[in-house]
């Protein structure tokens, strides 16, 4: 007799005959039996999807019985307990939810399209930028012990003030290892480069690279067997006490199979390997590869004994840690169980007072020890000639991305709130059926989060589509090595994390919004809910959306006019078609016989033999002492060069003479920055004066105007241009063809290459242009313009997708005012600009917020750089005018289509 009381009640209810006493009865049954409640609540989603439009009690009832008969009969079976009851409700409920939440989707198809593109992109990022920072973060962590893992590195400053990083000992420390307590192992190695060859029988020896793949790093090492104390490795055959031994070599396995083939590994030992075409040695031992992320992918260990016996005892004179020095050598320990590093930097301070002297007076060294996890990121090696090679990425790059992929995915939550609360109005009346039929605020709360969690679902799907074309078409912006596996677990569990979130954030504010409606109002036409005004809401939602793409704008552009500045500013020196090649081992000064050689080469104009390009990386430095009135000490970065060197690169001569031909160093050019730093205010009076290196003087012959030898993150050193044989380690050549006229530049190289092989029949052959290679040294900065445009534009396109969703839906709304406009003489520029206006308000203010914040922040950046653009006013003019122009064209897309639209159907009574 209840379930049947309810039925009438909800007909008379839904006819619109009941009477405020029959509704509140109706309430109380349906609070009192909520098995039928969730049949119930289904009745106004069947009510509009029949479109029934009669009224009445008798075509309500026929509605009811098919929900009663087809329903009922599920809840009320006899014998159902309340354990199946409370089952069926949830499944009830969970069903009813996304079969609504799929058909209020597919009937609002613009929004959905807006929503999930914006939340795909905002995933998306989130996904590329996880990829990344995970793969960084995870080198170099699966070492047992690593907590307990050092390197060894220091600071030394001159007593200019100077400061030079040090990647490894200076020899006045060694032994400190024996002395200073605390260390349960250690392990120091020189890195190896020069070829590798396979003696292969009667046939030619197999040539192999001495290289880390995807690395510039030597594979080869020499060291002692104690590193394999300090790191640990699965030995195959063999063990570390094999490098005691000199001529043995450890092998790797896969280099061991790269080397011999397949055969066995026990055939593997004892066969020879040759280094460097005259060092022989022969495998005592083979080691498991390591498969995770690692800075120290070493492949060949040559035992520290070899290079004692034989011709690079040299280059390695001693078989302790005094052989060891920076950029060639590292030095690490493994802590004594509860020493702290703290403990141990201590120690060292006070050993290197008590044992190191140094020549410069006023000079410091420090020394410290560096986590192994933190040698990936060390910030030393940001610029420059960092001495190891390893690939260097910038940890507040990545803390950037990380900030970069919340920002985007907050915006495109910020575009569901806003189009969710907008389209509110128009679900005001299903919220107060909802409601008046017994609907709780859990529930409705609930169902709109279904729908945030199957749109975010179907955002989802699309940014897994989106990931693999996204690495492919921006490879060369993402380190080498990053895979995406959508089966992986740390992947699924991120996507799961990620769409958890997602939901929450875009969904639980609209759910909250909607829920909060007064039914009373509701289902009067009104839009009022309880907590707060939506239009002001949505107009903050709006300023904030812009203010993060106004601030990208600004900073896209500071950063573009900073790159640009560095290219285009004179560098003090031409390197326009200058081609080098470098040969760092040239032992048999071979490279002049090529140099000579390629001379007459048809297309070169000039050849000389330097040890360096005037800018780049790997500029060697020199102390120098002035003894004028007072004696000064000088750190000058050291170019080795012949007399050719300054006209080759059009240098500006400003005082004095070039140096001489000579086969010596004899006599120096310097620079003006040189010049002052002796004392001279005029750089022509520092001509004739004499710099020492010990006792030896050498006379200043020039002074060439200042020019950049590194990046304008640094300002200009002392520099010191003279003759030194031995350190001509590269060829530059003047190209009479431009570097664009691909045709004739190929057609030379193909003839250097030839002449190369003449001469290093068994090496590579590698060159680069100087101007390519000065881009590189902006790398770092080159790729974080590239993420503030990406930004730039996935921002932009974000909030121009929620921009056009809320035009769409203002131009709705507005529809019959907009009517009665036309009819009453409105123009379509009236009504575009009545309609337009108040968005380009919003954007106005986004640009007042963003200006300041912007310029902090860009300021900061250009802190960093010696020499630098400012920031004019003009940046913020063509922010504010291109975000302007991109709102109005977005928003009057819409307002002009509704402008046009014939008033008769917008004024037409349903």
Same mark, same amino acid.
């Given at each position: 007799?209840?379930?049947?009381?309810?039925?009438?009640?909800?007909?008379?209810?839904?006819?619109?005959?009941?009477?405020?006493?029959?509704?509140?009865?109706?309430?109380?049954?349906?609070?009192?039996?909520?098995?039928?409640?969730?049949?119930?609540?289904?009745?106004?989603?069947?009510?509009?999807?029949?479109?029934?439009?009669?009224?009445?009690?008798?075509?309500?009832?026929?509605?009811?019985?098919?929900?009663?008969?087809?329903?009922?009969?599920?809840?009320?079976?006899?014998?159902?307990?309340?354990?199946?009851?409370?089952?069926?409700?949830?499944?009830?409920?969970?069903?009813?939810?996304?079969? @609504?939440?799929?058909?209020?989707?597919?009937?609002?198809?613009?929004?959905?399209?807006?929503?999930?593109?914006?939340?795909?992109?905002?995933?998306?990022?989130?996904?590329?930028?996880?990829?990344?920072?995970?793969?960084?973060?995870?080198?170099?962590?699966?070492?047992?012990?690593?907590?307990?893992?050092?390197?060894?590195?220091?600071?030394? #400053?001159?007593?200019?003030?100077?400061?030079? $990083?040090?990647?490894?000992?200076?020899?006045?420390?060694?032994?400190?290892?024996?002395?200073?307590?605390?260390?349960?192992?250690?392990?120091?190695?020189?890195?190896?480069?020069?070829?590798?060859?396979?003696?292969?029988?009667?046939? +030619?020896?197999?040539?192999?690279?001495?290289?880390?793949?995807?690395?510039?790093?030597?594979?080869?090492?020499?060291?002692?067997?104690?590193?394999?104390?300090? $790191?640990?490795?699965?030995?195959?055959?063999?063990?570390?006490?094999?490098?005691?031994?000199?001529?043995?070599?450890?092998?790797?396995?896969?280099?061991?199979? *790269?080397?011999?083939?397949?055969?066995?590994?026990?055939?593997?030992?004892?066969?020879?390997?040759?280094?460097?075409?005259?060092?022989? !040695?022969?495998?005592?031992?083979?080691?498991?590869?390591?498969?995770?992320?690692?800075?120290?992918?070493?492949?060949?260990?040559?035992?520290?004994?070899?290079?004692?016996?034989?011709?690079?005892?040299?280059?390695?004179?001693?078989?302790?840690?005094?052989?060891?020095?920076?950029?060639?050598?590292?030095?690490?320990?493994?802590?004594?169980?509860?020493?702290?590093?703290?403990?141990?930097?201590?120690?060292?301070?006070?050993?290197?007072?008590?044992?190191?002297?140094?020549?410069?007076?006023? =000079?410091?060294?420090?020394?410290?020890?560096?986590?192994? @996890?933190?040698?990936?990121?060390?910030?030393?090696?940001?610029?420059?000639?960092?001495?190891?090679?390893?690939?260097?990425?910038?940890? +507040?790059?990545?803390?950037?991305?990380?900030?970069? =992929?919340?920002?985007?995915?907050?915006?495109?939550?910020?575009?569901?709130?806003?189009?969710?609360?907008? #389209?509110?109005?128009?679900? &005001?009346?299903?919220?107060?059926?909802?409601?008046?039929?017994?609907?709780?605020?859990?529930?409705?709360?609930?169902?709109?989060?279904?729908?945030?969690?199957?749109?975010?679902?179907?955002?989802?799907?699309?940014?897994?589509?989106?990931?693999?074309?996204?690495?492919?078409?921006?490879?060369?912006?993402? +380190?080498?090595?990053?895979?995406?596996?959508?089966?992986?677990?740390?992947?699924?569990?991120?996507?799961?994390?990620?769409?958890?979130?997602?939901?929450?954030? =875009?969904?639980?504010?609209?759910?909250?919004?909607?829920?909060?409606?007064?039914?009373?109002?509701?289902?009067?036409?009104?839009?009022?809910?309880?907590?707060?005004?939506?239009?002001?809401?949505?107009?903050?939602?709006? !300023?904030?959306?812009?203010?993060?793409?106004?601030?990208?704008?600004?900073?896209?552009?500071?950063?573009? /006019?900073?790159?640009?500045?560095?290219?285009?500013?004179?560098?003090?020196?031409?390197?326009?078609?200058?081609?080098? %090649?470098?040969?760092?081992?040239?032992?048999?000064?071979?490279?002049?016989?090529?140099?000579?050689? %390629?001379? /007459?080469?048809?297309?070169?104009?000039?050849?000389?033999?330097?040890? /360096?390009?005037?800018?780049?990386?790997?500029?060697?430095?020199?102390?120098?002492?002035?003894?004028?009135?007072?004696?000064?000490?000088?750190?000058?970065?050291?170019?080795?060069?012949?007399?050719?060197?300054?006209?080759?690169? #059009?240098?500006?001569?400003?005082?004095?003479?070039?140096?001489?031909?000579?086969?010596?160093?004899?006599?120096?050019?310097?620079?003006? @920055?040189?010049?002052?730093?002796?004392?001279? &205010?005029?750089?022509?009076?520092?001509?004739?004066?004499?710099?020492?290196?010990?006792? *030896?003087?050498?006379?200043?012959?020039?002074?060439?105007?200042?020019?950049?030898?590194?990046?304008?993150?640094? =300002?200009?050193?002392?520099?010191?241009?003279?003759?030194?044989?031995?350190?001509?380690?590269?060829?530059?050549?003047?190209?009479?063809?431009?570097?664009?006229?691909?045709?004739?530049? *190929?057609?030379?190289?193909?003839?250097?290459?030839?002449?190369?092989?003449?001469?290093?029949?068994?090496?590579?052959?590698?060159?680069?242009?100087?101007?390519?290679?000065?881009?590189?040294?902006?790398?770092?900065?080159?790729?974080?313009?590239?993420?503030?445009?990406?930004?730039?534009?996935? @921002?932009?396109?974000?909030?121009?997708?929620?921009?056009?969703?809320?035009?769409?839906?203002?131009?709705?709304?507005?529809?019959?005012?907009?009517?009665?406009?036309?009819?009453?003489?409105?123009?379509?520029?009236?009504?575009?600009?009545?309609?337009?206006?108040?968005?380009?308000?919003?954007?106005?203010?986004?640009?007042?917020?963003?200006?300041?914040?912007?310029?902090?922040?860009?300021?900061?950046?250009? #802190?960093?750089?010696?020499?630098?653009?400012?920031?004019?006013?003009?940046?913020?003019?063509?922010?504010?005018?291109?975000?302007?122009?991109?709102?109005?064209?977005? !928003?009057?897309?819409?307002? !002009?289509?509704?402008?046009?639209?014939?008033?008769?159907?917008?004024?037409?009574?349903?």
């Amino acid at each position: 007799m209840i379930k049947e009381r309810i039925w009438v009640l909800t007909a008379r209810k839904l006819a619109g005959e009941a009477t405020e006493e029959e509704i509140k009865e109706l309430e109380d049954l349906l609070r009192a039996d909520p098995e039928i409640h969730f049949v119930i609540e289904s009745l106004s989603k069947m009510w509009n999807a029949e479109r029934i439009n009669q009224t009445g009690e008798g075509s309500v009832k026929k509605l009811l019985e098919r929900i009663k008969y087809h329903d009922q009969d599920i809840v009320s079976k006899e014998g159902r307990n309340k354990e199946a009851n409370s089952f069926f409700k949830r499944n009830f409920m969970v069903r009813n939810h996304f079969k @609504t939440a799929w058909r209020n989707i597919y009937l609002h198809k613009s929004y959905t399209t807006i929503n999930v593109l914006g939340l795909a992109l905002g995933i998306c990022a989130c996904i590329v930028v996880y990829l990344i920072t995970s793969f960084e973060l995870g080198f170099d962590k699966f070492h047992p012990g690593k907590e307990r893992i050092y390197r060894i590195v220091g600071e030394m #400053q001159r007593s200019s003030g100077e400061k030079e $990083f040090l990647n490894s000992l200076i020899p006045d420390v060694a032994g400190f290892e024996k002395q200073i307590p605390g260390f349960e192992a250690d392990a120091g190695f020189h890195l190896y480069g020069g070829t590798i060859k396979i003696p292969n029988g009667d046939k +030619p020896a197999k040539k192999f690279d001495n290289r880390i793949e995807g690395s510039y790093s030597t594979s080869t090492i020499i060291t002692w067997p104690q590193y394999f104390d300090v $790191f640990h490795y699965d030995w195959l055959v063999g063990n570390a006490t094999v490098l005691k031994e000199p001529y043995t070599v450890v092998l790797s396995e896969n280099r061991a199979h *790269k080397y011999f083939g397949n055969i066995s590994l026990a055939e593997m030992i004892g066969k020879t390997v040759i280094y460097d075409d005259s060092l022989p !040695v022969h495998v005592a031992g083979i080691i498991k590869d390591w498969n995770k992320n690692t800075d120290f992918g070493f492949t060949d260990f040559i035992s520290i004994s070899t290079a004692t016996n034989s011709f690079l005892k040299n280059q390695i004179p001693t078989d302790d840690w005094s052989s060891l020095s920076p950029h060639r050598s590292m030095a690490f320990v493994k802590l004594a169980k509860g020493t702290t590093a703290a403990q141990i930097n201590r120690r060292f301070e006070t050993f290197i007072k008590e044992h190191v002297k140094l020549d410069n007076p006023g =000079a410091s060294l420090s020394m410290r020890l560096q986590a192994l @996890t933190d040698i990936h990121f060390t910030t030393d090696f940001h610029r420059g000639d960092d001495g190891d090679d390893f690939r260097k990425p910038y940890l +507040p790059t990545l803390y950037a991305l990380m900030g970069l =992929a919340l920002f985007i995915l907050l915006i495109a939550a910020v575009n569901f709130i806003n189009l969710s609360t907008a #389209q509110s109005m128009q679900r &005001a009346k299903e919220i107060g059926v909802r409601k008046v039929m017994g609907g709780n605020t859990t529930n409705i709360i609930s169902q709109f989060l279904t729908e945030t969690l199957v749109l975010t679902l179907l955002a989802v799907i699309v940014s897994v589509l989106l990931i693999k074309p996204v690495l492919s078409v921006f490879s060369e912006y993402i +380190p080498p090595g990053i895979t995406f596996h959508l089966f992986n677990t740390s992947t699924l569990t991120f996507l799961l994390i990620v769409t958890i979130i997602t939901s929450l954030l =875009a969904g639980f504010y609209p759910a909250k919004v909607l829920a909060s409606y007064l039914p009373v109002w509701s289902l009067k036409g009104a839009t009022v809910y309880k907590g707060g005004n939506g239009l002001k809401l949505r107009k903050g939602l709006i !300023v904030f959306q812009f203010t993060i793409s106004l601030i990208f704008i600004i900073g896209a552009i500071v950063m573009g /006019n900073q790159i640009r500045f560095m290219r285009t500013t004179d560098k003090g020196f031409n390197s326009d078609a200058v081609l080098v %090649i470098n040969h760092w081992r040239d032992r048999d000064g071979k490279l002049k016989v090529f140099a000579d050689n %390629i001379k /007459n080469i048809a297309g070169i104009d000039k050849v000389i033999l330097q040890g /360096n390009a005037p800018m780049g990386f790997a500029h060697g430095g020199q102390d120098f002492k002035y003894k004028g009135k007072n004696e000064i000490d000088l750190q000058a970065s050291f170019d080795a060069a012949n007399e050719d060197f300054i006209s080759f690169y #059009q240098m500006k001569l400003i005082a004095g003479r070039n140096i001489t031909h000579s086969d010596s160093l004899k006599e120096l050019v310097i620079n003006e @920055t040189c010049s002052k730093a002796m004392g001279f &205010a005029r750089p022509a009076d520092a001509i004739n004066k004499f710099l020492y290196q010990g006792d *030896k003087p050498y006379q200043v012959v020039g002074i060439v105007a200042d020019f950049h030898e590194g990046t304008f993150h640094e =300002a200009m050193r002392p520099v010191v241009i003279a003759k030194m044989p031995g350190r001509e380690w590269s060829v530059a050549i003047k190209l009479s063809a431009n570097e664009k006229q691909v045709g004739d530049v *190929k057609e030379i190289i193909a003839h250097l290459e030839k002449q190369w092989k003449k001469i290093y029949p068994d090496e590579g052959f590698n060159y680069s242009f100087l101007n390519e290679s000065i881009t590189r040294l902006y790398d770092q900065e080159t790729k974080t313009a590239w993420l503030m445009n990406m930004a730039m534009f996935i @921002t932009i396109f974000i909030s121009c997708m929620g921009l056009f969703g809320l035009g769409m839906f203002s131009a709705q709304r507005r529809m019959k005012e907009i009517g009665i406009r036309k009819v009453l003489g409105a123009s379509v520029a009236n009504i575009t600009a009545m309609l337009s206006k108040d968005f380009i308000t919003l954007v106005l203010i986004a640009l007042f917020i963003a200006s300041p914040v912007a310029w902090y922040f860009m300021n900061q950046w250009l #802190q960093d750089f010696a020499y630098r653009v400012s920031i004019s006013g003009w940046v913020f003019i063509a922010a504010g005018a291109a975000a302007v122009f991109i709102a109005l064209l977005t !928003v009057s897309f819409q307002a !002009v289509k509704t402008a046009i639209a014939n008033p008769v159907k917008s004024l037409r009574t349903e």
